[in-house]
């Protein structure tokens, strides 16, 4: 090995660079060679290997991620949905259709694996989730991703746009997934990724648009390859693509796409769709029905009306919606799942040693104003937040005491705290 400070005859046999000009230089019998060579030939002998059927040692390869790397279990539909149940109330629906997505994604790539060869491939079946704010889109796909034993990643559309424009590339998506299972590439490209708010992405006018749509139109065309399954030049880090930033190859034929978004307005779609009138002088508990009669029949032609384009909508062959949330499902949302609001609630008080307890009666005006404020499963929490504030900043104190005290919460104590807060306005507006 000769470094810098020998005599200047030495350079490199291929590129013809000096000594003062690498950092390097590898002498052989009759020649040397620099490390930029020495990188560019490894490529080389790579890709020739590849195309003779031969695969490159393991060495050269990423270190395999010790959390995915190991066979796949199949879960049952039915066991996927009762631990979906202990998350997330009600939307027997969706969990179903996303039970057989999962299941479907596992069985496909168990079949890949044991016979390469088989008469009949099995291609995926994407799935799109439309529903109100609040119904549990978002948190269907963070309960399952407890479950999984394959790379899971939950990104938001509204970060990207078109390639070459201030925003993120689509191909960050799957940069958070290599990131999930430590940059694995056989284990990302059997992955789940789940696109939340994709409504966000759609074109602001039906008709196909004469300037550049970069954050909608533009964006769902970059999309198109990647969620039929293609392969696909990653930059590791995330970021924009650089033409001196080393890329991966990840093939998405096998990587299965949710997606999912509130679609806010695409009942007034469907209403134009089965000549049903949804804005006039009707009562607006009929209005409200409808509504929610309505959504349960979107189809793709409605999607595709909104403002998704025709090429993306056909990628999503799986279309299912949530249901709204009424006030009996409301009430379950507060108490019933393994991380139940009031329990998170009860949780905090609980290290005060202070004992949390809330009337039936109490629950329920929660739930009725939630409905109200048409808020969704979120606007409990606010709800919430409203009528425990005060007591949370005035019970604890600096000395804590082993003795357990009881808050009791009572209807009229809601009622008064919302009231007096700023939330309350909301009835207003």
Do not use: W
């Amino acid at each position: 090995m000769i470094k810098r400070g020998k005599p200047a005859q030495h350079r490199c046999s291929f590129c013809g660079r000096g000594e003062e000009e690498v950092m390097i230089l590898v002498s052989g019998m009759d020649g040397q060679i620099c490390e930029t060579c020495t990188d560019k030939a490894s490529e080389i002998i790579d890709q020739e290997l590849r195309k003779a059927g031969v695969e490159p040692p393991m060495e050269d390869k990423p270190n395999k991620s010790p959390k995915f790397g190991g066979p796949i279990e199949l879960i049952p539909p039915k066991s996927i949905k009762t631990f979906l149940d202990q998350y997330v109330i009600g939307q027997d629906d969706a969990k179903k259709v996303l039970s057989v997505a999962v299941y479907n994604h596992y069985k496909r790539i168990s079949q890949q694996l044991k016979s390469k060869e088989a008469d009949v491939e099995i291609e995926k079946s994407n799935v799109l989730f439309i529903g109100q704010t609040g119904t549990g889109k978002t948190l269907m796909a963070k309960s399952i991703a407890k479950l999984l034993n394959v790379p899971f990643t939950i990104v938001d559309a509204t970060v990207f746009t078109e390639a070459g424009y201030v925003g993120e590339d689509v191909e960050s998506i799957l940069s958070r997934l290599l990131q999930v299972c430590d940059y694995d590439v056989e284990s990302a490209e059997r992955g789940i990724v789940y696109i939340d708010e994709i409504d966000k992405i759609a074109r602001k006018q039906s008709n196909p648009s004469i300037t550049r749509d970069v954050s909608g139109e533009g964006v769902q065309q970059g999309m198109l390859k990647m969620l039929e399954g293609a392969e696909v030049l990653v930059p590791p880090q995330g970021g924009r693509k650089h033409p001196e930033q080393k890329l991966v190859k990840v093939h998405t034929g096998n990587i299965l796409f949710i997606c999912g978004g509130a679609f806010d307005g695409i009942e007034k779609v469907i209403a134009r769709r089965v000549n049903t009138q949804v804005i006039g002088y009707n009562n607006r508990e009929t209005e409200k029905i409808d509504r929610e009669n309505l959504l349960q029949y979107v189809n793709h032609q409605d999607v595709k009306n909104f403002g998704l384009i025709p090429e993306l909508v056909g990628r999503l062959p799986v279309v299912v919606h949530l249901d709204p949330l009424d006030i009996e499902t409301l009430r379950r949302i507060l108490t019933e799942p393994r991380n139940a609001l009031l329990r998170q609630y009860e949780a905090l008080f609980a290290l005060e040693n202070i004992e949390l307890v809330l009337e039936p009666a109490a629950v329920d005006l929660i739930a009725e104003k939630a409905l109200e404020y048409k808020l969704g499963a979120r606007g409990l929490r606010s709800l919430c937040e409203a009528v425990l504030t005060d007591a949370m900043f005035e019970m604890p104190t600096p000395t804590k005491s082993d003795t357990t005290r009881q808050f009791l919460v009572s209807r009229a104590y809601v009622a008064d705290k919302l009231e007096r807060a700023r939330i309350g306005r909301l009835n207003a507006a």
